[in-house]
């Protein structure tokens, strides 16, 4: 175990960082290709259960399971041998480490420490994406984002008011729009890939102290 004293961080000499983890992921995949009136389709399903079980220092910390259901779909068209438009609908799956569940704390130094959520969830993004590329050369990409169970770190002070603790939680729903343009050069050995892209976020973020509207573009 840890602890703070007055001027620093103090470690036991019988400390130890020992972790037993396990994670099981029964899963079963569906994909499908056809193509219906020059429209060329791909389907696809993700099925999952997930069992997190985490031990540190002969301690449980963690048992978690959860289930998830990943669909995806895009279809594409192409008016001539150039120009070719698609639409897409995509999900992902991100779990969280070990070291963002346990609630073990790791001590940066003696005003300042972190340790996991066992209550965090695996961040779902659903993207939906209309692009138009021509030939290789060009393309162009608008869509929507949206996180459930995003994470973001929460700073909050302790009964010490010396000591900053940071987790990360949970957000149910955060919003996003995108934006992309891009343009293949190519001539003689010179090539490059050039693109600029716009995010719009639309998320109201819970803290301790109160909620904060996220809205800056990148």
Known sequence: ???FNSSSVVLES???YDYDFKEKIIGAYLDLNKSI???EINAGVRVEHTDFEGNHNKRNVIDTAYFTFVPNLKLTYATSSKN???LAYRNTINRPTFNSL???????NAFYYRKGNPALLPTITSNVVFAWNMGS???MNFGYRHKRNATIYQ???TDNDNAIEVILSNHKHVHFILASIGYNFNKGRFRSTNSVSVTKPFAQIRLYNGEYKIDRCA
């Open 1 to 3: 175990e840890s602890a």
């Open 137 to 139: 050369k060009f393309w």
């Open 84 to 86: 070719k438009f698609s």
């Open 102 to 108: 346990s609630p073990s704390i790791r001590y940066d």
């Open 14 to 16: 019988a400390f130890s």
């Open 155 to 157: 700073y909050t002070k």
């Open 37 to 39: 009136g020059g429209v």
